[in-house]
């Protein structure tokens, strides 16, 4: 049976190898090639799923001042989002829900949903910071993150599965698969998570600027988040940006989206 799967496993590599270089020929809205296998209709389709259980295990703030501002931004942004990268594949219907959570978090799973906890409203402290927020998260689904996370996590485990299988020595299996998973986790996911969280930043910045918020308070929102925080594992070790590293990206990135932002209509979701 062991060498039964072992021949399989061997035989179905080179597909594998094929697929994936195929794959890895298609692009980001940024330009970045980017390697996603699982189908969009069954990542929408998961996403889906996910919101919905959020929504029975989380309460739905019933503050309408509150929803009215977020989704005020919300449509601002999806908007310029959709002119901004036409050419990017999108839902056909984006989904907002602000949660009671005093988490100062939001999220994007794919399929066009998007939280937003009633704790950002206390960090976000104007349209234009929550915007910055929003539009990082379209970023995330336009460029398609959550299916390049999935496919890379899914190849991950492909690899150790064969290591597991073929692998002989003093280390052992079990101890060869520990420190090859630490080692993927170290060397491939958490870059790739950060290189996710730097495009959906530079995409946020485009995206409000074309909204018509200026792009400048993404700066002080990463700042008050920095002040709202506790302290951040090392970088090396963190999914996501130091905040001063994702400050210093975003002022670095400032002039296009601020000559864009000076050509825009100024959006006005502050009633």
């Known amino acids: ?14 597909f594998l190898l094929s697929l994936m270089l195929l794959a890895g020929c298609e ?3 940024t330009g970045r090639s980017q390697l996603a ?4 209709p069954l990542m929408a389709r998961m996403g889906g799923d996910a919101f919905e259980q959020l929504r029975r295990r989380q309460p739905v703030t019933r503050d309408t001042t509150v929803n009215r501002r977020v989704q005020c931004v919300a449509r601002a942004v999806v908007a310029a989002a959709e002119a901004r990268y036409p050419a990017a594949d999108r839902p056909e219907a984006w989904e907002v829900v602000v949660f009671e959570d005093p988490a100062p978090n939001a999220f994007a799973l794919p399929g ?11 960090v976000a402290e104007t349209p234009a910071q929550l915007a910055a927020v929003i539009g990082h998260e379209v970023g995330h689904v336009l460029a398609d993150h959550g299916n390049e996370r999935l496919t890379q996590q899914l190849g991950i485990k492909a690899v150790l599965l064969v290591v597991g299988l073929f692998s002989e020595g003093e280390l052992g299996q079990q101890q060869l698969m520990q420190a090859l998973g630490l080692g993927a986790r170290l060397g491939i996911s958490l870059p790739f998570s950060r290189a996710h969280e730097q495009e959906a930043d530079l995409m946020g910045l485009a995206i409000m600027a074309q909204a018509g918020f200026d ?3 993404s700066v002080s929102l ?3 988040m920095a002040e709202a925080g506790g302290g951040q594992p090392p970088e090396f070790l963190s999914t996501h940006p130091a905040h001063g590293s994702r400050i210093e990206a975003l002022q670095d990135a400032m ?6 932002y000076r050509e825009a209509v100024p959006a006005d979701c502050t009633g």
């Open 1 to 14: 049976m062991r060498l039964r799967c072992r021949l399989r496993l061997l035989w179905m590599m080179p």
């Open 27 to 29: 692009k980001t809205p």
């Open 37 to 40: 296998l699982v189908p969009e």
């Open 112 to 122: 066009g949903r998007i939280g937003v906890h009633t704790g950002l409203l206390r």
């Open 215 to 217: 792009p400048r308070q």
């Open 222 to 224: 990463w700042r008050n």
């Open 255 to 260: 002039e296009a989206p601020l000559a864009t």
